[in-house]
């Protein structure tokens, strides 16, 4: 299964469209303004050159392996699963075929196993179209993974992200980027989902970017503090 990039900014001229995105959050907002001149050569996807390449199955394996951990905990759980499939990550029907006991061991709870197992046999018999999925909306993309259980939205934004490149995707759930939201607001406080949804009103239709952004800020904070500690957010 390829790796899909519906929508995607990097389809065309990446350069424009990325002087176009910044443009539009400089002006929007003064918090992003000072983000972006402080990192004139930022490129927003970089992170993903660290992990496996990763099509629908594989980024809903990495959302869902993240879940409640921190990034490098992640990969640790990513890099025993590769060693369980010979290098690489598994496909839908390589991990069917998987032992459930042998995901356990490579860090994967029952839970998880039980959701990574019926989105892999939602894509073996066709209940679930990765190319199908990849033609809709985000709005459509998100209620459609949702229905599977142990996919909350924070699973789904992450997938529209990663598997699809989608511009104007903001994880609100995401601990990291409350916290990176407070620290660059200068809030007293954490703020609510609801109160990130509407900071991020104004970064549309680039709320992707701007989150990018919003982590990269995060992530130098804790290399600074704690170094070795790695990637906040997933």
Do not use: C, N
């Amino acid at each position: 299964m390829p790796a899909m990039h519906a929508s995607s900014p990097h389809s065309g001229d990446h350069a424009e469209w990325l002087r176009r995105a910044r443009g539009h959050l400089r002006a929007a907002d003064p918090v992003l303004a000072r983000l972006i001149d402080g990192r004139p050569d930022f490129d927003p996807r970089a992170w993903l050159a660290e992990l496996p390449a990763m099509d629908l199955f594989g980024a809903l394996l990495f959302q869902v392996a993240g879940q409640q951990l921190s990034v490098p905990a992640t990969r640790r759980t990513l890099a025993r699963i590769k060693d369980l499939f010979g290098g690489t990550l598994p496909d839908p029907a390589s991990l069917l075929r998987a032992d459930p006991a042998d995901l356990r061991q490579a860090g994967l709870s029952w839970r998880k196993i039980a959701t990574l197992r019926d989105v892999a046999g939602q894509l073996t018999d066709g209940r679930l179209d990765a190319e199908a999925l990849g033609r809709l909306g985000d709005e459509e993309i998100i209620a459609r993974l949702t229905q599977i259980p142990g996919i909350g939205p924070w699973t789904a934004q992450g997938v529209l992200i990663i598997a699809l490149d989608r511009e104007d995707v903001v994880l609100p759930g995401d601990l990291a980027l409350r916290k990176a939201v407070r620290a660059a607001y200068g809030l007293d406080r954490m703020p609510t989902q609801d109160e990130v949804l509407a900071i991020a009103e104004r970064w549309r239709p680039y709320r992707s970017l701007a989150t990018s952004y919003l982590f990269a800020g995060a992530f130098d904070a804790v290399r600074d503090d704690r170094p070795g500690d790695g990637r906040l957010g997933a």
